[in-house]
């Protein structure tokens, strides 16, 4: 059974404060992605992975870093989280190569910075 | 760029009976794929069917199937015999076949689908 864990379901923070979301996949994926999610604006990419240590942007980066040290783990990084990073947090891994692969989500991460 | 757009921010349907949630996209590709996503409440996304923009007839996966009209760029998805786990937020999303192997999905904004019995 395919896995995709995120280290919390709700986390509250201040603003300022550095905040890592953790994203831990166990089906051996080379492709790994973080989604923002607003109610009326859908998933938006933040960034994604396609190897350890392979990074790129996606619609959304401003305000956001990433790290991938292992295959399986992909966390997400707030440097300086702010009000308007308030929102669901979702990690995603998938096979990489063409094709009409699913991408796996986890529970998701309801992020609050007060 | 292309962009998926989600017309029904939501919609009703009474258990038992048959409803259709509406997908357009815009893309100047001719070879692509097409998914619909359901996120139940406070459960993980999952995918429900998916369509490959090649081929012509129109996927189907027991109560779900889709609409695929290739010209006018409509991919809709239809549920049949709701039932009340069909309750969720569903996404309709777009990936590129000449995006290289990184599989990123462009997503509509979702249709929250409610089942009354």
């Known amino acids: 059974d395919v896995k995709v864990t995120q280290s919390s379901r709700y986390l509250v923070k201040r603003t300022g404060e550095k905040v890592f979301l953790e994203c831990v996949q166990d089906?051996?994926?080379?492709?790994m992605f973080w989604y923002r999610q607003d109610p009326g604006l859908g998933l938006r990419l933040i960034y994604f992975?396609?190897?350890?240590?392979?990074?790129e942007k996606g619609d959304i980066p401003e305000g956001y870093s990433v790290s991938r040290e292992k295959k399986e783990r992909f966390s997400l990084i707030l440097e300086s989280a702010s009000t308007n990073q308030t929102s669901m947090y979702l990690c995603?891994?998938?096979?990489f190569g063409p094709g009409s692969y699913e991408q796996y989500f986890g529970p998701g991460t309801r992020l609050t910075v007060t | 760029a292309q962009t998926v757009t989600q017309s029904q921010p939501e919609m009703s349907v009474q258990e038992a009976e048959t409803v259709t949630l509406s997908c357009t996209y815009d893309?100047?590709?001719?070879?692509?794929?097409l998914f619909w996503y359901k996120q139940p409440p406070s459960r993980q996304m999952i995918l429900v069917i998916r369509?490959?923009?090649?081929?012509?007839q129109n996927a189907t996966e027991n109560r779900f199937s889709v609409n695929f009209q290739k010209a006018a760029k409509s991919f809709s998805l239809k549920i049949s015999d709701s039932q009340l786990g069909d309750a969720a937020m569903y996404f309709c999303?777009?990936?590129?076949?000449?995006?290289?192997?990184?599989?990123?999905?462009?997503f509509g904004t979702g249709t929250l689908l409610a089942v009354q019995p």
């Open positions: 995603a891994s998938s096979l």
């Open positions: 089906m051996d994926h080379e492709n």
């Open positions: 992975s396609y190897d350890v240590k392979m990074k």
């Open positions: 893309t100047s590709e001719s070879d692509y794929y």
């Open positions: 369509q490959e923009a090649y081929k012509q």
């Open positions: 999303a777009y990936r590129s076949a000449y995006g290289g192997a990184t599989n990123k999905l462009i």
